[in-house]
């Protein structure tokens, strides 16, 4: 089991940069496929990015390839969220989430993953 906390949300700039932070606790960190999603008023959560256990492969949805990078670091329980090139409709709650540990590869669907943080509002002003 593992429990996720996310800082490093705020207002910022259209074409500004933030980047968020989640930290884990628990000791099977390294044993979870971990992503990223958010989620606007009114809107599905939707997947932006995951990374699987040893973080070399990633996965990215098309609206944030090229100006989102996700990383973990498995020493320290980390996963990171790097936002760059920000837009207004990047707005919405950031979520953490991490898969079962029984599980090796990228969910794509909310229903995938088993454990969330609270989430970190992003908030783009244009």
């Known amino acids: 089991q593992v429990q996720l906390v996310e800082t490093g949300g705020g207002l910022v700039q259209a074409g500004g940069s933030l980047r968020l932070f989640c930290a884990a606790s628990?000791?099977?960190?390294?044993?979870?496929?971990l992503a990223w999603f958010r989620q606007a008023p009114g809107k599905e959560r939707e997947l932006l990015t995951a990374?699987?256990?040893?973080?070399?492969?990633?996965y990215y949805a098309d609206s944030v390839k090229g100006r989102f990078t996700i990383s973990r670091d498995n020493a320290k329980n980390m996963v990171y969220l790097q936002m760059n090139s920000l837009k207004p409709e990047d707005t919405a709650v950031y979520y953490c989430?991490?898969?079962?540990?029984?599980?090796?590869?990228?969910?794509?669907?909310?229903?995938?993953?088993?454990?969330w943080g609270q989430g970190t509002q992003v908030t783009v002003s244009s």
């Open positions: 989430a991490a898969r079962s540990v029984y599980y090796s590869d990228y969910g794509k669907i909310r229903y995938d993953y088993a454990y």
């Open positions: 990374i699987k256990r040893s973080g070399s492969e990633t």
């Open positions: 628990g000791r099977t960190f390294s044993n979870h496929v």
